[in-house]
């Protein structure tokens, strides 16, 4: 018998992303959703990145920001060194500058954050963030004010016939580093360092008693996290070819962290679903609507209310229910719920976009949907959205009692079966 | 004989309560020695002080001839001391393999390294699943273990404690709230785990102590009362006033 057998599950799962890596952009075509890929690439890199530090290593940092913000100031100074021409390499390298600057940072910051884990990590990662972020005001030179640096992406000789201007041949420079920084990080997990930060995180005690400087663990796991960091700061910076005081500021900091809560804390692939679904809410929907971080803000608190692991726990619980042929009962109850939440989020964002528009210097107040007009100012609007809302939630109620019922039997017949 | 391990005139004192009163104890390589004493004498402190849990007031702590006083516990557990708990101190989210494991990666000189895959690491693979057989655990290997029951949890402590081969082995309370049947395999196993090598131990359970020991310390009240073998130390009076006549009156009224 053979110890590691090749595990085919894990082939099919990092061929099918590489995959959709691939033929993505042209799946989805138009500038808009190149955006919107590119920018996805560059945040799961730092949604991994921050999840080596939360999920895997149990530190809490609000301040994951410097490293990739700092990595990307590096980069856009690098990268304007190339443009007047005092050196040259190859722009699909650059994001190793960014992330030998973020491994820098880390080494610099991480010496201290580190000393501590837990409530005192969080707090001096904070403060590290804001102090970073006041750099940036004091040390106009580098860090260029409140403008930011620009720069141009397309300089020197093409490399290989790529001049990485057209935003296509970007997105394809962000993914297979975003996929190489995929492989490498889940290939961290598999280390002794990898499973002794997991140990850090659950016991840190008895890690200290089994050999290993938890300080130390936690130091190294942070270095390694923001060179991916740094990397993702590069690819923003070769991306939207000007970086600001926004990149090492407190909200990336924070967005990170409920992009990566969202998706799935406990499980490595976790990040990656939530920069998706963060990406679509920064990039998509705040097209859309003003109140889109307000959305956000809702969805998070469900999430950490009701499914504390994330989308990704939500998708892996489904799969004893299917594996045992039973998710047919379930189909009936899910729909249900779908179409109820589908009328809480009518109601919902019936009163939130009027809210916005009441409260809008200038703005028109009239709204139209599905081609019928109504206007804010007058109250009937405010009656029926209220009423859908408050039907949605009575439905939604019931429709989960059912999801509830139907699954407490189906997991009580589980485990009679599990038990010998 | 050379000794395992050397406490000099240890103190210890948390704020202005006094726990140990200058405690001179020698271990001596390769034997069995028993630390009994009543509620409160002190025992556990004395283990968190030796294997640097805790930091001694006055006084010195050799292991192997060479200081360890208030060195951090990785220090001590490199230098080839490895404890276990009274309290189960396991990692609950890991299988039982992996709880094992991290017992003997570092040992094994694997360190922080972050370019082996540990998957394939076959040295500790099969030194994990020596560990197991021992400890009779290697049928539920793939277990998560805090879904053990509490009598395999115990012994996973023990085999997390011995999975890095340190020569010196403290065990606190391995018997600690377990039946009869349960204490006599602990007792075997024990006795098995550690053939060559030092044993410290802190035993309420008067049968075990005696049972296994080389020697028994008697601590009351922060201080050594006696050190002896087994019939030494049934034979001393001193010991018999202070602490087993207290104990035989205890079991008399329970």
Not at chain 1, 150 to 167: D, E, H, I, K, M
Not at chain 1, 311 to 340: D, K, T
Not at chain 1, 347 to 371: D, F, H, K, N, P
């Amino acid at each position: 018998m053979k110890y590691a057998p090749l595990n085919l599950g894990r082939w099919v799962l990092w061929s099918a992303a590489a995959l959709v890596f691939l033929v993505a952009p042209h799946l989805f075509s138009g500038g808009f959703a190149l955006t919107m890929l590119t920018q996805m690439g560059t945040l799961i890199l730092f949604a991994l990145s921050y999840n080596m530090l939360l999920g895997q290593g149990g530190m809490l940092s609000f301040g994951h920001a410097v490293y990739s913000g700092l990595g990307a100031y590096v980069t856009v100074h690098v990268l304007n060194l190339m443009g007047k021409g005092s050196f040259t390499m190859p722009l699909p390298l650059l994001p190793l500058v960014g992330g030998v600057a973020g491994l820098f940072f880390g080494v610099l910051f991480g010496y201290v954050t580190t000393k501590r884990a837990g409530t005192t990590f969080a707090l001096i990662s904070l403060g590290i963030g804001e102090m970073v972020f006041a750099c940036v005001r004091m040390f106009p030179g580098f860090f260029g004010g409140e403008a930011g640096v620009s720069t141009n992406r397309v300089v020197g000789q093409p490399f290989l016939g790529l001049t990485f201007g057209p935003a296509l041949q970007v997105y394809y420079l962000v993914a297979v580093w975003c996929f190489l920084g995929m492989a490498a990080m889940f290939a961290l997990t598999q280390t002794p360092l990898g499973r002794m930060a997991n140990a850090v995180r659950d016991n840190p005690e008895r890690a200290e008693f089994v050999g290993y400087n938890t300080q130390h663990v936690r130091f190294l796991q942070l270095v390694l996290s923001s060179f991916f960091a740094g990397v993702s700061g590069a690819l923003s910076c070769i991306n939207f070819e000007i970086v600001s005081e926004e990149n090492v500021s407190a909200i990336r900091s924070g967005g990170v962290l409920v992009a990566t809560f969202i998706g799935g804390v406990p499980f490595f692939f976790g990040p990656i679903l939530g920069a998706i679904v963060f990406a679509f809410f920064f990039v998509a929907l705040s097209g859309f609507t003003k109140a889109w971080l307000l959305y956000l803000g809702l969805f998070f608190v469900l999430m950490v209310v009701y499914a504390p692991g994330g989308i990704a726990s939500l998708i892996l619980m489904q799969f004893p229910v299917i594996r045992a042929g039973r998710w047919r009962e379930l189909l009936v109850p899910y729909a249900l719920a779908a179409l109820a939440g589908l009328v809480v989020l009518a109601g919902l964002i019936g009163l939130v976009e009027m809210m916005y528009r009441l409260s809008e210097q200038g703005a028109s107040t009239v709204l139209t949907v599905l081609g019928l007009s109504f206007d804010a100012r007058s109250a009937p609007p405010w009656f029926v959205m209220g009423a859908v809302l408050a039907a949605g939630l009575a439905a939604l109620r019931a429709a989960m009692r059912l999801v509830g019922e139907r699954w407490g039997t189906i997991q009580l017949d589980l485990q009679a079966k599990a038990a010998p | 004989m050379k000794n395992a391990i050397e406490l000099q005139e240890v103190h210890k004192s948390f704020g202005t309560t006094k726990i140990i009163h200058g405690v001179s104890l020698d271990i001596r390589d390769g034997e069995r020695h028993a630390i009994i004493g009543p509620n409160g004498a002190g025992k556990s402190t004395l283990f968190n002080l030796i294997s640097g849990r805790y930091e001694v007031s006055a006084g010195r702590i050799l292991l192997h001839g060479a200081a360890i006083t208030n060195l951090r516990p990785f220090e001590i557990n490199r230098k080839g001391l490895s404890r276990s708990f009274q309290v189960t101190n396991i990692f609950h989210n890991m299988t039982v393999f992996e709880n094992i494991r991290c017992g003997v990666l570092w040992s094994a000189g694997y360190r922080y390294s972050f370019w082996h895959r540990v998957g394939g690491l076959k040295d500790v693979r099969l030194r994990a699943e020596e560990v197991m057989q021992r400890i009779g655990l290697a049928k539920r290997r793939n277990v998560p273990a805090g879904t053990l029951t509490y009598a395999e949890q115990r012994a996973l402590e023990i085999g997390v404690t011995i999975a890095g081969g340190a020569s010196v082995i403290l065990l606190d309370e391995p018997t600690s709230g377990m039946s009869r049947t349960e204490t006599a395999q602990v007792v075997e196993l024990v006795r098995s785990i550690t053939q060559g090598k030092t044993l410290v131990m802190v035993e309420h359970d008067m049968g075990v102590g005696f049972n296994l020991a080389d020697r028994i310390s008697v601590l009351v009240y922060g201080e050594v009362l006696a050190t002896g073998t087994p019939e030494e130390i049934r034979g001393n009076p001193a010991v018999q006033e202070a602490y087993l006549g207290a104990l035989r009156k205890e079991t008399a009224h329970a």
